[in-house]
């Protein structure tokens, strides 16, 4: 049975706000996607009125997820500030998405043309410092990198966590060979599961990995949003965001709207992934979010017979390019079968073999990056001039 977005339309209409309006006359509601029984919007309100919303946006979850033909629902709540331009808001009753270019919502910091973004946004309450894990393009490793970095991060004795923000290819649920469903707590928030000690959350739980979503830039700010601010993250001292590869729309949107302390820019040594990585650090410096140093993967190829190495792809390109646009250098990972047959198998090399050679490296880049986040988050020295 199709799934009508009318249905769910009528289901919302009996969920009141807080001044006993039905929610489909409130003007709040935005983003709406039904797909193969997938229901997906955002409900968008006053910052002063988040609290009074937060039972109104379990019960339109519940509403949704009540209709026949509902399997999952995703209802972002998100805070607009007072006096911000209020953005369409579209239900679901009102007819066909409306074709939109993927765009920064409004209720965030939008950089200025080329610009530094107008104000940094919210950190998440416990996390000490979230940082991203990114590539010019795909296929270079950064979800390799971003989950066995988490581990070293997590065994130099630190807590971390990993949120999987990549909307194009969740890796998370396959590196870590995760397959069941966060669970919700009372309703409103969502347990993130634990792998290794460390919460993971992706976006490949909340959307099957088969069916590819459209989407569109408010729905990725809203996904991203509930996966910061509506999980159960405890107490971290550090959050590894592995995001999307490139460097397009939907990444300048997240670079800039979350609270990131720095970014890993992860690249192979090939002059071409190099151009991709240079433009990846233009955009966190667009967007003022620190670079935190460059990672060489798949550098040198060790040879599983003989342990003879190739420079497949070239070497030390990651260094050179690090050193002329004047960014650390955090350290090398070879390609090498065993870190690709480790992963494949949901036990990141790491965890796997925390003792050998490839795990020592990623300890070794952790420590940089930890040291790089004390250095970004060190108040600048005060200069007392003396009469
Ligand atoms: P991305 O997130 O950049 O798309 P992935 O982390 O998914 O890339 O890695 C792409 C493929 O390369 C995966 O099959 C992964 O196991 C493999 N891979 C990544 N890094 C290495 C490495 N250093 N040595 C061998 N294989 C690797």
Request: with cysteine; net charge neutral; glycine share 10%.
């Amino acid at each position: 049975m199709a799934l009508a977005k009318d249905d769910i339309h009528n289901a919302l209409a009996k969920v009141m706000s807080p001044d006993g309006k039905p929610l489909t006359e409130t003007g709040t509601l935005s983003d709406f996607v039904v797909t193969d029984g997938k229901v997906f919007f955002s409900i968008t309100v006053d910052a002063g009125a988040v609290k009074q919303w937060v039972p109104i946006r379990a019960r339109a979850e519940a509403a949704a997820r009540a209709v026949p033909g509902v399997n999952s629902v995703m209802v972002a709540l998100t805070a607009e500030r007072l006096g911000a331009p209020s953005r369409s808001a579209s239900g679901p009753g009102q007819g066909a998405e409306p074709q939109r270019r993927p765009q920064a919502p409004a209720q965030g910091a939008r950089p200025r043309q080329g610009g530094a973004p107008t104000h940094a946004p919210a950190g998440i309450p416990g996390v000490e410092a979230i940082i991203a894990v990114a590539s010019g393009k795909g296929g270079v490793g950064k979800s390799t990198t971003a989950v066995n970095l988490a581990l070293a991060l997590h065994d130099l004795g630190l807590k971390a966590g990993i949120l999987d923000a990549d909307i194009y290819g969740p890796s998370m649920p396959r590196l870590l060979a995760i397959r069941e469903k966060p669970e919700t707590i009372g309703g409103t928030r969502l347990k993130p599961i634990m792998r290794h000690g460390m919460p993971v959350m992706s976006i490949g739980f909340l959307v099957e990995e088969e069916t590819p979503m459209i989407w569109r830039g408010p729905m990725v700010m809203s996904a991203l949003t509930q996966m910061l601010r509506e999980v159960e993250w405890g107490e971290l001292d550090v959050m590894v965001v592995d995001m999307p590869p490139g460097t397009g729309d939907a990444q300048l949107t997240m670079a800039q709207q979350v609270p990131l302390k720095g970014a890993v820019i992860v690249s192979t040594p090939q002059d071409l992934a190099l151009i991709d990585a240079r433009r990846g650090i233009a955009m966190f410096r667009r967007v003022n979010v620190p670079v935190l140093g460059i990672v060489e993967n798949m550098s040198t190829f060790i040879c599983p017979h003989c342990g003879g190495r190739s420079d497949i792809f070239g070497h030390g390109g990651a260094r050179n390019e690090a050193e002329r646009l004047g960014v650390p250098f955090l350290g090398e990972i070879p390609l090498d079968l065993a870190i690709r047959e480790n992963s494949d198998a949901g036990r990141p090399v790491v965890a796997a073999a925390p003792d050998g050679p490839h795990a020592q490296c990623y300890r070794d880049i952790a420590a940089r990056v930890r040291d790089g986040l004390q250095t970004a988050s060190r108040p600048a020295p005060k200069i007392v001039i003396e009469a």
